[in-house]
């Protein structure tokens, strides 16, 4: 492949093509799509945690006005939705999660029964007429309660509440050096459970398509083949007998790249009554009853040595997964994740973790943007902290001493890092804060005693996982590869079809960036279809940052397959070989004559429309296909987050000053995308460690419900973030490009937690939890009186 | 690609997998479509067959309650649809079709303006409001007006009406061999203008999907991609932003191969108007405005020596092309189709050959079923039977004297003939006649003067034209390779994507079947998809009983890779070559150990979910494609068609007392579906013998617009056909299948005419032209008084 263009797109900051479209009302979102005769779906939901269910009665739904169906389990004779891994692990236990509730109850949302009526409302008519017996069993409803001896179990088929129990990795000696370090602290690190939050809710019309016998299903999802085969496997289809189908998303965030129950219900009403079926989430069920997240625990303490070199890393992670495992991610990605990955950018020579996934009366988890590593970043970052405390250095100094510098860098955890800026990120970081004066504004604040705090995080981001990499996480599945198509018609336009599905992350403005520069082509005559299960043999969906590592790598090489097609056949015309040749501006040029060209319509004229004109080892069409994997250990993004906050002592108040970020995510492929996910992920992170949280009471009630009590921030909340970009382009990508989707939300919450820590250091208070509430701050501020002291 | 099992399913008549779906009214025409907020188009349409538009007022139409917009060709600005030669021919001229008519019109119902309304109905309410007129030119009706000299010309661009004039083929000498041959016969053959007369009209609903860019433009169609190709040119679009869907279609015959106007102005308005435009056609215009065919001249002789061997062949043949030349298939297809392949199955040591396309002011032609070969097999066979009486040989042995025996044979015509059962058919047919009694009761009933004839016809058919084959027409476009896909999922069930397109040939089953032998796979786990551009690189289509020689042989040609990838997976798993396994019944076998196998459900999971597993050389998926093309002449299906006919005094009616087909398709993939091609054909060359005609007066106004006048047969006329089957398989076709779509209509009317003429021949009256009129007949049969005689 050659292009002689020297005014390449890859790199540049093209506006997004999905604009136009979503700005001015064109997008079509699941709820945007009508269908004669749709029928709408709600669900009748669990009201106790757990408990058995003794009698389901829907005689009074049937005879509301406008309800034509209420199906319980019993009555769709449905498929579970089950989650195994793929090699056998004694330490994981599979448990069903069934599309509609059997016999028991697992958390309060849980669906029971599907009722469908005529316009939603009558369906919710309908809701309130089902009468559903329980008899409540003790709910579980934090890991102590799990853990403790002789709990009573979430799942009979289970011996235990704890479903994973990994010990990746020990070093031999490991007691001895923390015995003999210098210096060792100690963490313990809780993160609240929160909603993924995309705009969009969750959603899906199913329609039965009697002539092409098949299950028509749009829904939001991030991963639509595997939404494919679970629909088929629980509705006891052929897979090709459903085509589920994505439009527009409003978000997904990892919430919609595990498959929904409701979906399936919904898909289960249509196939029965014969007549589409509409299931839109209202708020209340997607923050009670879909998918929530990041609720871990870690115990953790480093070793030291004198300069603050890390000698020993020693964890212990529970991660709360809720009542279920999710298909295809079990409840074994989150303490697998944190267990492998939590060393992170630092040499850390000795290592010991245990990691495991419990089992609670909650609703049940996705791997939320970032996964486990917001999370095991936090603990990593507030050891670093608290070392630098104890060992009286700069918390910026203990990390430069710490980070990777030699590339390509094998850890205790036994994963590869390709090349990344650690070290250049970190000092880039502190430079710009130090040019804005925060250092200076901070010190002259502390005088007028106000409270102002600088923070850090350091953290790399394995994106691009191929299938090396989640081979190893031991899944039912495991995805890594991805394909794409570029095809040319015979006007010379280009369609590109990938299994990766944007939801937010402007692919069909970057990987129309991608073809052009690999086509010499106009960036408007390249249009990419994605989200259809038809369309393209298979594909893994978005998530873990891979669609343009790896997504982007498949269209960079199918396109360039198409262009070494274009100069065969442009070869053949002119009797040359095709190295003599190049792509240039919508046409292929003789090299030793570049006013000689042959347009790319001619081209696709002779390989269509007059095929008899081809050399014989040249099929007819412009269509070409590659399939793209990583066989190491993935590439790595990382950055450095810088924040400062205020406290304000009579509110508690956190206040984000000022936010700065370097980031390299190897190549950008368009950096004005990149800095759009590094805002909305710093904004969820933020939102992570100050506002978000869902809490149970002591019989299993979620404690927010609705946005009066689930806090999220505005744009008044969130700050300017001003962004660097470094450039280590990656080896084996085929753009140079790394994950560039999750990293804000990764670093955002120990930076600020660690800001709101040095803002509380002249009060002696320490905190590790997040979100960091207003009373938590209020009460550090305020210097207890006598009787307050405990 | 190797299968152990046993019980194929090519070549039985598996029962049709469109049955249940049509039977049942779960199919899916054009006409089904409906979308929210439709609009529908009616057309204003000419009134004179030939004159200049002074003016179009459409104002009146624009007030009618319920009409939406009217739209003429200066409003919507489209660019012409214009059939061109591909290479340069300066016999050829091009002439451009504008979607709506503008300043001049040329035939009686050519589109002069569209309106849009609310429904239907109230769209025609706007037609009877518009206002349009003419200043009338003289009109040309038929051959000799529009040959004659200073002729009014149809299209200013032409020096002439004749705007094809082909002479292939000019033997040396031909004239000193007709001048010494001792036998000399003649003919002069017309045949009438038909229309294909598809159960279903030509439609569209045309829509803009603003989130894709595109215009989905459904349309029954036989040629999906060209189509896009078209209505892409004349929206001026990119051919990306257009997308054909063909749902299920009732019949097309050719009618359906060419693009029509109706459709590109329906999606023009569908654009101008961001709504969704129906547009179905009614009978009226079917007749009268679609696309006709069938009407040719031949004026012909053919020399033999005393022994009934043909010497040479000499053929005038006139084309009445109407008024324009269609896309993609020009009024050149005609001549050059029946110029070249006339002499047909017979030895013909010399040629000669003129052919010419004309123009004239009648709706314009499309090449419906057979083409010019019902015609010139009529000519040449009315020429053998005259031969024969002059020579007093009997009509069969004359034939069984000059068919070809000898294959391959490569005719005067430069054509390479590929194996047949020419011979064989003949006599097998005629042994069937004679078997079933028929000359014993033609000599018992000729007793009682009653008149009863015997016919017959013999022909070859070339079919599976190739890109070689195409290539010789000169059309712009040269069809020929097609593609398919099949894709298996990770549940093991196929898709199958083919560039052909079903409307009645029941490929739902027969590819199917194809697939499931190839795969040694349940039927049922094997679904076609086809008629989406979108799905496909490309498709030439289904026309020229190409799609299961050429499209069939894509088909196989991908299962095959199919199944060699799902050997390499088990062989890869097992440490064994390819070469030792075998696939059997949804398995992968060792050959060494046929108990131990691998299911397509298990490799397929490791193709998808577990790619890891793979070999380095094996891509993930399940997924090949594959294009198949014919380089040589094509192969021909060849058949002997024999019919007995009673003609009746008092009515002239030609009544059909029995029909006896021996017909050779090489391997017929459904005997079933192959006997349904060849009733149905068979129905519409008897149809065209005896009954359809559409003439035009001297205006230039068609004599038939409606069921009243346009006489077709019912189940009375069309009699129970006896099918013989003789299997040639074809050598270089991937299923030994030759085209089977086009037979019975080709050997119908030849047949049905000989078999009049012999019933005739007490009367001494021949009949050359069709339709045969029960006028004609019974002017035959009725003794002329003096009066009478001229």
């Known amino acids: 492949m050659t292009s002689a263009r020297a005014d390449r797109l890859v790199g540049r900051s093209v506006a997004r093509r999905e604009d136009p479209r979503l700005l001015s009302g064109r997008g079509r979102f699941v ?14 939901r669990s009201t106790v945690a757990h408990g058995t269910i003794t009698e389901i009665d829907l005689t009074g ?25 793929g090699r056998p692990l004694s330490e994981f236990v599979p448990t069903a999660m069934p599309v509609l509730a059997r016999d028991r109850v697992r958390y309060v949302g849980e669906p029971v029964a599907v009722v469908i009526a005529r316009d939603p409302y009558l369906a919710e008519d309908g809701l309130e007429a089902a009468r559903v017996t329980y008899a409540p069993l003790p709910p579980i409803t934090c890991e102590e309660q799990a853990l403790a001896p002789d709990a009573p179990r979430v799942h009979a088929e289970a011996a235990e509440n704890t479903l994973v129990d990994v010990g990746l990795f020990a070093t031999e000696g490991i007691d001895e050096i923390f015995d003999q370090a210098p210096c060792v602290v100690h963490v313990d690190v809780r993160t609240g ?107 953790a303490r480093a070793a030291f040595d004198a300069d603050g070199r890390i000698l020993g890393l020693d964890t212990d992670v529970v991660c709360d997964m809720g009542a279920y495992s999710c298909y295809p991610f079990t409840a074994g990605i989150e303490p697998l994740m944190a267990s492998a990955e939590m060393p992170g950018v630092y040499k850390v020579p000795a290592y010991r973790v245990r990691g495991r996934a419990i089992a609670t009366n909650k609703a049940p988890t996705a791997p939320y943007r970032g996964v486990s590593r917001p999370q095991y970043v936090m603990a990593m970052e ?8 104890e060992l009286r250095l700069d ?25 990344g800026s650690y070290l250049e990120s970190l000092d880039l970081c502190e430079r710009a804060l130090r040019e804005a004066g925060w250092y200076d504004r901070q010190t002259a604040a502390r005088a007028e005693g106000r409270h102002i705090g600088i923070g850090f995080s350091c953290f790399s981001e394995r994106t691009g996982y191929g299938s090396a990499a989640f081979a190893q996480r031991k899944m039912e599945v495991v995805p890594g590869f991805d394909l794409a198509e570029v095809r040319m018609d015979t006007s010379g336009a280009v369609t590109v079809t990938t299994g990766t599905i944007s939801h937010g992350q402007s692919h069909e403005t970057t990987m129309a960036q991608i073809v052009a520069d690999a086509l010499g082509l106009d960036f408007t005559k390249v249009k990419l279809h994605q989200g259809d299960t038809d369309r393209i043999t298979y594909g893994w969906g978005t998530f873990a940052s891979r669609s343009i590592a790896i997504g982007g790598s498949a269209v960079r ?22 190295e003599e040749t190049e792509l240039d501006r919508g046409r292929v040029r003789r090299r030793d004559d570049p006013d000689t060209a042959l347009t790319y319509e001619h081209l696709a004229d002779t390989a269509y429309l007059k095929s008899h004109l081809l050399p014989k080892d040249i099929d007819p069409g412009l269509t070409a296909t590659a399939v793209f994997d990583v066989h190491n250990d993935g590439t790595f993004s990382n950055a450095t987050h810088g924040v400062v906050v205020e406290l304000h002592e009579g509110t508690g108040q956190v206040e984000i000053l000022a936010y700065f970020c370097v980031e390299d995510c190897g190549v950008a492929v368009n950096p004005q995308v990149v800095e759009g996910q590094c805002r909305g992920g710093i904004a969820q992170g933020i939102s992570g460690a100050l506002f978000e949280q869902i809490t149970y ?26 962004i660097h970009h470094l450039e280590t382009p990656c080896a084996f990508t085929e753009t140079g490009a790394k994950g560039a989707g999750e990293g804000g939300t990764i670093g955002a919450p120990a930076a600020v937690l660690n800001a709101v820590n040095d803002a509380l250091r002249p009060t002696g208070v320490e905190l590790d939890n997040t979100p960091i509430t207003p009373e938590t701050v209020h009460r550090a501020l305020t210097p207890r009186t006598p009787e307050q002291t405990p």
């Open 395 to 419: 918390p910026v100094e203990i990390r430069r001493r710490n980070v990777i510098t030699d590339f390509p860098y094998t850890g205790v955890n036994n994963i590869t890092y390709d090349p």
């Open 31 to 44: 709820d945007d799509i009508e269908l004669p005769g749709m029928l709408h779906a709600q669900f009748v």
């Open 697 to 722: 009471d002591a019989q299993g009630e979620p404690s927010a419900t609705s946005f009066m009590d689930y806090k999220v921030p505005t744009a008044h909340e969130i700050p300017e973030v001003v």
């Open 557 to 578: 090489l199918a396109a360039g397959r198409l262009g070494d097609k274009l100069r065969a056949i442009a070869a053949a015309e002119w009797g040359i070989p095709p």
């Open 382 to 389: 507030r050891l670093m902290e608290r070392a630098a405390r």
């Open 61 to 85: 739904v049937r005879q509301v006005p406008g309800v034509v169906a209420a199906f319980t389990a019993d009555d769709l004779e449905l498929g579970d939705i089950t989650a195994r891994l």
């Open 193 to 299: 459970r929160q909603n993924a939050l995309p705009l969009e809710t969750r959603g899906a019309v199913a329609q039965w398509d009697a002539r092409e016998e098949q299950l028509v299903l749009h829904t939001c999802t991030q991963t639509p083949h595997q939404v494919r085969t679970v629909a088929a496997r629980c509705l006891r289809l052929d897979e090709r007998a459903v085509r589920v189908i994505v439009p527009d998303m409003g978000g997904g965030f990892g919430l919609k790249c595990v498959v929904g129950r409701e979906e399936i219900a919904a898909a289960a009403a249509a196939l029965r009554l014969g007549r589409p079926v509409k299931w839109i989430e209202d708020r209340k069920d997607a923050l009670s009853a879909s998918f929530l997240a990041r609720e871990q625990h870690y115990t």
